[in-house]
């Protein structure tokens, strides 16, 4: 099946971790060009944070918006913070007209990617599923390295 470009008055969202590399940047900057809106986790240190800006502005080139946020999703506060950022975005768009909700989470951690990660991943999508702009349809995918 090949996607085609999202193209009606909703905002489309794909969360995914590890933005800046790997499946997470393959996956934002392919869904970017098609049309969804990009929310970017990612934990970089300065050597590596011009990668997650590089996709960050790849998505904002083909004409998608893109949120990206340089902290540790396992983290509850920075977490917390996070989503009250994001929050606060989605009602300046829902504000201008616009109806924003995140369609997909994805995780695709490798580095350091051990049992606590994938159950601190699934504590986050279910925290995430009462956020208001999770509506029941969101999916969950995770990437997993062989």
Request: hydrophobic fraction near 45%; charged fraction near 25%.
């Amino acid at each position: 099946m090949i996607a085609r470009r999202v193209r009606d008055a909703r905002t489309r969202f794909v969360c995914t971790a590890t933005a800046s590399s790997g499946f997470g940047a393959a996956t934002a900057r392919e869904l970017g060009r098609r049309g969804m809106g990009i929310i970017g986790v990612h934990l970089d240190r300065k050597v590596t944070l011009p990668q997650a800006e590089a996709v960050a502005e790849d998505v904002r080139a083909a004409g998608s918006p893109a949120h990206f946020f340089n902290v540790n999703a396992a983290d509850d506060e920075k977490r917390a913070a996070a989503l009250a950022e994001l929050g606060a975005r989605f009602d300046a768009q829902r504000a201008a007209g616009k109806d924003p909700f995140v369609k997909v989470v994805m995780h695709s951690l490798a580095f350091g990617a051990n049992l606590q990660s994938r159950f601190a991943t699934l504590r986050i999508f279910i925290r995430w599923r009462v956020h208001p702009y999770l509506p029941r349809e969101t999916a969950l995918v995770y990437m997993r390295y062989c």
